[in-house]
C-alpha cells in the first residue's frame, strides 16, 4: 500500500485500554475471545438435565473469571453451535463453573454425549444479575419452576454462602412431575443444614409421591409475607412467573423489589445480533435479570 | 472541517490515484429494470469510466463491505481433543467513493452500535477503519424521505464529500488521510463565489424533500401499539426477508457451525438474518415469541423508530426507502407511518 492508508491492525491495539472487568468488554481484541475449557466432571439430574462442571485451560484465565449471580455464559461446541446458559454454581467457586443443560437442540443434543475431558468454548459472562446485595437485612423469597432452578441455583448458593445477612429465606420449587425435580439431592442440605423453608409442589403426582400436590401458587397462598421486608426472585417459564409475580403483588410487594430472569434466543450477549431483542431492550445487556416493574414496561416481555 | 476545491478532471486524476493499488467500490450500473430504469450496485471498480456519480440511488446499500451477508468469525482446527482457534480480520484497505448522505449516516448510526464502549466488534471496526470514504451530494431520490429522519446532511463519519458544483466539485475534508490523498491532485481553496454555489446547491435540494412526520413517532408507537395498522400491514407480508437485507442500517445476524468434511476443521459462520423470519426469536423446546407477521412487522418499526431513539437520542431509519423500492408487497415506511398518523389524528 502507499503511505495514503496505513492499514490498521486490530490485533495490535494495546492490550488493554481500561482496567480489566468482569466480562472483559473493555478488551477490543478479546470481545469475541473464547476461553477453551475442559468438562471436569458430567452429573445427571434427570432424563433431560445434566449438570456440567467446567474449568476454563488456561490457568490466568481461570483466576481472572468472576461472575455474579444471574448471569450467563455463551458455550460453545466448535463445530455445532453456540448456547447460552445460566451459570448454575456459586459466584464465590472459583475453578470450575457449573451449568445445568437440558437437552433440547442440537449444541445441546451434542453436549450430552459429552464426556469428561472434553473441551468446549466459554465466552462471558454476560448479562446482569441478581443485586443480592440490595436484599442483606430482608426475607428472600427464591421461586422456580421446572428448569428456572437451574440459574436460581446461583443466588440459592449466594445466599447461603451469606446466610448471616438475611433473615427468613423460602425456596419455592414446582413441577410438572416428581422425575423433574432438579437437584433433588440438595434439598436436605438447604432445608436443615442452611435453615431454608424449602418447599416443593408437583402437578401430578406419580404413587411415590408423598409431598404437595398442585401449582406453585398454592405453596405462596399458604405463606405469611411481609411485603416491605422481601425481596423475591422468580425463575421459570413466562406463564408461571407471571402468575406468581401477581400474587407477590397482591400481597403488596413492590414489583420493583422482584426480580425475573428472562430466556430469548441469543447469538452473540453483546447486544449486536439483535435475537434477544424485547421490543428495544436487548436481553442479553440489559437482562436476562430484570425487576418485575421493567418487565411489565416491555411490551412483548410476557 | 477544511474545504477545497477540484475540478472534474482532477478528480478523475483523483480515482486514478486511488485505483493504483487500492480496491475501490463505486457505483455501477449493472443493467435496468422493467421500466427501463438503471440498476445500480456498489461494485469494485477498475476504471474512472465505470463509476457513476449521477446515479440515483442502489437496490443494495454498501453495508456489505463492513457487515458481509455472510462471514467467517473464526475456525477451528481439531487436534485429537484438542481445538485450536484462529481468528481472522479483514484489514485490506478499501475505498468506496460515491457514498449518499443517507448512507454515511447510516454507517454512523451501525459505528453507535457496533464500535461503542459495550463490546465493540473487531470484525467491524477492521473494516470500518480501513475503508477510504468519498461522499457526493445528490438530488432527492424517489421515495427518500431522509430529511424528515435528519438523515439528508452529514457532517462526519467520511473522508471527503463533494458536492458537484456543475464543472467543479466542492470537497469536504474530515480526515487527515482525506487531506493527504488530496494532495496528490490540484486543488484550491473556495472562493466567496464558490461558497455561494455551493450553499445554492445544498438550498436547491434541501427545497426538494416532501415532508413525513417522524418526531413523535417513539411515542405514537406505544400508543398505537394495539392498533389495526399493523395487521393491514402484515397481512400482505411474506416475510421474505428483503426490507433487512438491503437495509443500511439493519445489522442483526445468527451464527453457525459448519465442519468439514475430514472432520479436521470448522468454522464460525456469522449471516445476516432477518427479522421477519419466522424462527427468529424461537428459543430452545420450541417456543416462539413472535410468532405471527404482525408482531415481526412492529418490532421492526419499533426497534427502528422507538427503540433506536430511546437508546442514542435518533432512528436507526435514514429514510433511503430500499426496503419500500425491494419489498415484493408495497409495505413501505412512509406509507405505514402516514397509516399511524392517521389513526392518531382520529
Given at each position: 500500500m502507499t503511505n495514503l492508508f496505513h492499514p490498521y491492525y486490530i490485533t495490535q491495539e494495546a492490550e488493554m485500554t481500561q482496567p480489566l472487568d468482569y466480562n472483559r468488554r473493555s478488551r477490543l481484541k478479546h470481545v469475541d475471545q473464547v476461553f477453551r475449557s475442559e468438562i471436569i466432571n458430567v452429573i445427571p439430574l434427570t432424563d433431560m438435565e445434566k449438570l456440567f462442571q467446567l474449568r476454563i485451560l488456561d490457568e490466568a484465565e481461570r483466576e481472572r473469571f468472576s461472575f455474579l449471580p444471574g448471569q450467563f455464559v455463551m458455550v460453545e461446541v466448535p463445530g455445532y453451535g453456540e448456547i447460552p446458559i445460566s451459570i448454575s454454581s456459586s459466584p464465590s467457586h472459583k475453578g470450575y463453573i457449573e451449568l445445568c443443560i437440558r437437552k433440547a437442540g442440537v449444541v445441546t443434543s451434542i453436549l450430552h454425549k459429552a464426556n469428561r475431558g472434553a473441551v468446549v468454548g466459554l465466552r462471558g459472562p454476560f448479562g446482569t444479575h441478581f443485586p443480592i446485595e440490595k436484599m442483606r437485612r430482608n426475607n428472600i423469597l427464591l421461586i422456580a419452576g421446572g428448569l428456572g432452578l437451574a440459574p436460581l441455583r446461583a443466588p440459592i448458593l449466594n445466599v447461603i454462602e451469606n446466610r448471616t445477612d438475611f433473615k427468613d429465606v423460602h425456596i419455592l420449587y414446582g413441577t410438572r412431575q416428581s422425575d423433574m425435580l432438579l437437584f433433588s439431592y440438595q434439598y436436605e442440605e438447604w432445608n436443615r443444614i442452611a435453615d431454608i423453608n424449602l418447599r416443593v409442589i408437583v402437578e401430578q403426582a406419580d404413587p411415590t409421591w408423598t409431598g404437595s400436590v398442585g401449582l406453585i401458587t398454592d405453596l405462596l397462598k399458604e405463606m405469611r409475607i411481609e411485603p416491605m421486608q422481601t425481596y423475591a426472585i422468580i425463575c421459570g417459564p413466562p406463564v408461571m412467573f407471571k402468575f406468581v409475580c401477581a400474587h407477590l403483588q397482591q400481597e403488596?410487594?413492590?414489583?420493583?423489589?422482584m426480580f425475573v430472569s428472562l430466556e430469548r434466543r441469543m447469538h452473540c450477549g453483546m447486544g449486536k445480533c439483535c435475537r434477544c431483542n424485547i421490543g428495544s431492550t436487548y436481553t442479553c445487556l440489559s437482562g436476562p435479570v430484570f425487576d418485575y416493574w421493567t418487565v411489565m414496561n416491555l411490551k412483548e416481555a410476557i | 472541517m477544511l474545504f477545497k476545491i477540484l475540478s472534474k478532471e482532477e478528480f478523475r486524476n483523483f480515482i486514478d490515484f486511488l485505483l493504483k493499488d487500492t480496491e475501490v467500490i463505486a457505483p455501477k450500473q449493472i443493467n435496468v429494470n422493467a421500466d427501463g430504469k438503471a440498476i445500480y450496485q456498489f461494485l469494485p471498480v477498475q476504471n474512472f469510466e465505470e463509476i457513476r456519480l449521477d446515479y440515483e440511488t442502489t437496490d443494495y446499500s454498501a453495508k456489505t463491505y463492513f457487515l458481509p451477508y455472510k462471514e467467517d468469525l473464526s475456525s477451528c482446527s481439531f487436534l485429537g481433543t484438542i481445538w485450536d482457534r484462529e481468528i481472522k480480520y479483514r484489514i485490506q484497505p478499501r475505498a468506496i467513493v460515491g457514498l449518499h448522505a443517507c448512507d454515511i449516516n447510516a454507517l454512523l448510526k451501525l459505528d453507535k452500535v457496533l464500535a461503542g464502549d459495550r463490546f465493540p466488534s473487531p470484525y467491524y471496526i477492521s473494516r470500518r477503519k480501513n475503508t477510504f470514504i468519498v461522499g457526493i451530494d445528490h438530488d432527492p431520490c424517489e421515495g427518500g424521505f431522509c430529511q424528515s429522519v435528519g438523515a439528508d446532511v452529514v457532517t462526519h463519519g467520511f473522508d471527503l464529500y463533494l458536492t458537484d458544483l456543475g464543472d467543479r466539485y466542492f470537497a469536504a475534508i474530515n480526515s487527515n488521510r482525506g487531506f493527504n490523498a488530496l494532495q496528490q491532485v490540484k486543488t484550491r481553496e473556495p472562493t466567496a463565489r464558490d461558497n455561494n454555489d455551493y450553499l445554492e446547491v445544498r438550498r436547491r435540494i434541501a427545497s426538494q424533500f416532501k415532508p413525513l412526520e417522524v418526531h413523535n413517532l417513539p411515542n405514537l408507537m406505544d400508543i398505537e401499539f394495539e392498533s389495526k395498522v399493523w395487521k393491514k400491514w402484515a397481512d400482505k407480508c411474506m416475510s421474505c426477508g428483503s426490507c433487512a437485507m438491503v437495509c443500511p442500517t439493519c445489522y442483526c445476524y445468527g451464527v453457525e457451525e459448519r465442519i468439514t468434511m475430514n472432520n479436521a476443521k470448522s468454522a464460525k459462520i456469522k449471516q445476516l438474518y432477518s427479522c421477519q423470519f419466522l424462527d427468529f426469536a424461537t428459543v430452545a423446546g420450541g417456543l416462539n415469541f413472535r410468532p405471527d407477521r404482525e408482531t415481526r412487522l412492529k418490532y421492526r418499526y419499533y426497534h427502528q423508530h422507538r427503540g433506536f431513539v430511546e437508546a442514542y437520542e435518533e432512528p436507526l431509519c435514514v429514510g433511503c426507502y430500499r426496503c419500500g423500492r425491494v419489498c415484493l408487497a408495497d409495505i413501505n415506511p412512509p406509507d405505514i407511518i402516514q397509516d399511524l398518523q392517521t389513526e392518531y389524528q382520529e
Amino acid at each position: 500500500m502507499t503511505n495514503l492508508f496505513h492499514p490498521y491492525y486490530i490485533t495490535q491495539e494495546a492490550e488493554m485500554t481500561q482496567p480489566l472487568d468482569y466480562n472483559r468488554r473493555s478488551r477490543l481484541k478479546h470481545v469475541d475471545q473464547v476461553f477453551r475449557s475442559e468438562i471436569i466432571n458430567v452429573i445427571p439430574l434427570t432424563d433431560m438435565e445434566k449438570l456440567f462442571q467446567l474449568r476454563i485451560l488456561d490457568e490466568a484465565e481461570r483466576e481472572r473469571f468472576s461472575f455474579l449471580p444471574g448471569q450467563f455464559v455463551m458455550v460453545e461446541v466448535p463445530g455445532y453451535g453456540e448456547i447460552p446458559i445460566s451459570i448454575s454454581s456459586s459466584p464465590s467457586h472459583k475453578g470450575y463453573i457449573e451449568l445445568c443443560i437440558r437437552k433440547a437442540g442440537v449444541v445441546t443434543s451434542i453436549l450430552h454425549k459429552a464426556n469428561r475431558g472434553a473441551v468446549v468454548g466459554l465466552r462471558g459472562p454476560f448479562g446482569t444479575h441478581f443485586p443480592i446485595e440490595k436484599m442483606r437485612r430482608n426475607n428472600i423469597l427464591l421461586i422456580a419452576g421446572g428448569l428456572g432452578l437451574a440459574p436460581l441455583r446461583a443466588p440459592i448458593l449466594n445466599v447461603i454462602e451469606n446466610r448471616t445477612d438475611f433473615k427468613d429465606v423460602h425456596i419455592l420449587y414446582g413441577t410438572r412431575q416428581s422425575d423433574m425435580l432438579l437437584f433433588s439431592y440438595q434439598y436436605e442440605e438447604w432445608n436443615r443444614i442452611a435453615d431454608i423453608n424449602l418447599r416443593v409442589i408437583v402437578e401430578q403426582a406419580d404413587p411415590t409421591w408423598t409431598g404437595s400436590v398442585g401449582l406453585i401458587t398454592d405453596l405462596l397462598k399458604e405463606m405469611r409475607i411481609e411485603p416491605m421486608q422481601t425481596y423475591a426472585i422468580i425463575c421459570g417459564p413466562p406463564v408461571m412467573f407471571k402468575f406468581v409475580c401477581a400474587h407477590l403483588q397482591q400481597e403488596g410487594i413492590p414489583m420493583d423489589r422482584m426480580f425475573v430472569s428472562l430466556e430469548r434466543r441469543m447469538h452473540c450477549g453483546m447486544g449486536k445480533c439483535c435475537r434477544c431483542n424485547i421490543g428495544s431492550t436487548y436481553t442479553c445487556l440489559s437482562g436476562p435479570v430484570f425487576d418485575y416493574w421493567t418487565v411489565m414496561n416491555l411490551k412483548e416481555a410476557i | 472541517m477544511l474545504f477545497k476545491i477540484l475540478s472534474k478532471e482532477e478528480f478523475r486524476n483523483f480515482i486514478d490515484f486511488l485505483l493504483k493499488d487500492t480496491e475501490v467500490i463505486a457505483p455501477k450500473q449493472i443493467n435496468v429494470n422493467a421500466d427501463g430504469k438503471a440498476i445500480y450496485q456498489f461494485l469494485p471498480v477498475q476504471n474512472f469510466e465505470e463509476i457513476r456519480l449521477d446515479y440515483e440511488t442502489t437496490d443494495y446499500s454498501a453495508k456489505t463491505y463492513f457487515l458481509p451477508y455472510k462471514e467467517d468469525l473464526s475456525s477451528c482446527s481439531f487436534l485429537g481433543t484438542i481445538w485450536d482457534r484462529e481468528i481472522k480480520y479483514r484489514i485490506q484497505p478499501r475505498a468506496i467513493v460515491g457514498l449518499h448522505a443517507c448512507d454515511i449516516n447510516a454507517l454512523l448510526k451501525l459505528d453507535k452500535v457496533l464500535a461503542g464502549d459495550r463490546f465493540p466488534s473487531p470484525y467491524y471496526i477492521s473494516r470500518r477503519k480501513n475503508t477510504f470514504i468519498v461522499g457526493i451530494d445528490h438530488d432527492p431520490c424517489e421515495g427518500g424521505f431522509c430529511q424528515s429522519v435528519g438523515a439528508d446532511v452529514v457532517t462526519h463519519g467520511f473522508d471527503l464529500y463533494l458536492t458537484d458544483l456543475g464543472d467543479r466539485y466542492f470537497a469536504a475534508i474530515n480526515s487527515n488521510r482525506g487531506f493527504n490523498a488530496l494532495q496528490q491532485v490540484k486543488t484550491r481553496e473556495p472562493t466567496a463565489r464558490d461558497n455561494n454555489d455551493y450553499l445554492e446547491v445544498r438550498r436547491r435540494i434541501a427545497s426538494q424533500f416532501k415532508p413525513l412526520e417522524v418526531h413523535n413517532l417513539p411515542n405514537l408507537m406505544d400508543i398505537e401499539f394495539e392498533s389495526k395498522v399493523w395487521k393491514k400491514w402484515a397481512d400482505k407480508c411474506m416475510s421474505c426477508g428483503s426490507c433487512a437485507m438491503v437495509c443500511p442500517t439493519c445489522y442483526c445476524y445468527g451464527v453457525e457451525e459448519r465442519i468439514t468434511m475430514n472432520n479436521a476443521k470448522s468454522a464460525k459462520i456469522k449471516q445476516l438474518y432477518s427479522c421477519q423470519f419466522l424462527d427468529f426469536a424461537t428459543v430452545a423446546g420450541g417456543l416462539n415469541f413472535r410468532p405471527d407477521r404482525e408482531t415481526r412487522l412492529k418490532y421492526r418499526y419499533y426497534h427502528q423508530h422507538r427503540g433506536f431513539v430511546e437508546a442514542y437520542e435518533e432512528p436507526l431509519c435514514v429514510g433511503c426507502y430500499r426496503c419500500g423500492r425491494v419489498c415484493l408487497a408495497d409495505i413501505n415506511p412512509p406509507d405505514i407511518i402516514q397509516d399511524l398518523q392517521t389513526e392518531y389524528q382520529e
